[in-house]
């Protein structure tokens, strides 16, 4: 999901995830209306990982397993760390998965951060993924490999990216343009660069800032 700032893209997901209600119209999955789901049922089966998420003070085990209902045996934690290229970090520490990680994780990087929300919806195994402008917050080296490692670890599941990124962007079956509240076009890479301009427009703004850096 793509759109110039204030478009409606993060209130797009919030309809999605029934914090809202529209006001007109249905959101239906399978033809079924999604407000018509148990609640409980239906969130059980999404994930959401947002920018600079926060990570509670706790253990570094407590942050991964925050979203799981059960103990989760270390094996499976390892396997998980492994996946999202943070076993380094955790040999580092001085009690491993039982290391503090201090208030809203402020003794780890924001990288690190969004590994282990990564890692949440990883171990949550959830049918669908909502990432709202995952790497927005990071350096251009760590979030490269964060979407990468998106792209890669939830093959198999339907994702959803707000993003302006456009390693997302080109790699999506579908891209949805929004423009003020509304769906301007959907498509591929190539067919939206002939015929939506606010797709152009964002595509061509965000090459210009990689090649001159702004």
Known sequence: IVGPSGSGKTTLIKLLERLYIPASGVITIGGVNINELNLKAWRSKLAYVVQDAGIFGGTLREAICYSSNHDVPDERIMDIVDQVGLRDIVESLPEKLDTKLGSWGGTISGGQRQRIVIARALLQDSDILIFDEPTSALDPET??????????KFRGKTVIVISHELNYIA????IVVINNGKVEASGEHG???????????LVEEQSY?????V
Not at 143 to 152: F, Q, V, Y
Not at 191 to 201: A, D, K, P, Q, T
Request: net charge negative.
């Open 143 to 152: 979030a490269n490999a964060i979407s990468d490692m998106i792209l890669e």
């Open 171 to 174: 790699a999506a079956d579908n």
């Open 191 to 201: 067919f939206l660069m002939g015929n939506s301009g606010v797709y152009r427009e």
């Open 209 to 213: 800032r990689e090649v001159f850096g």
